[in-house]
């Protein structure tokens, strides 16, 4: 039922807040253009809410 999703960092964590930088490293980004997938649940879909200015999401 649920599908992956394909989140790439697009923008750097420098100098934005400590909790943004913490659901950045939590969803398993470490450098910038870098891409992971993730199952497409409410949970990560907060996590990538709270950090959209940041992300790409496909």
């Known amino acids: 039922m649920s599908s992956d999703l394909q989140i790439t960092l ?3 964590i420098i100098g934005t807040p400590k909790k943004h930088r913490d659901v950045v490293i939590g969803l ?5 253009n870098q891409t992971v997938e ?3 649940t409410p949970e990560i879909r907060g996590m ?3 950090v959209a200015h940041l992300l790409n999401v496909a």
């Open 48 to 50: 990538i809410n709270k």
């Open 38 to 40: 993730r199952q497409d």
């Open 10 to 12: 697009v923008k750097s």
């Open 28 to 32: 398993g980004l470490k450098k910038l």
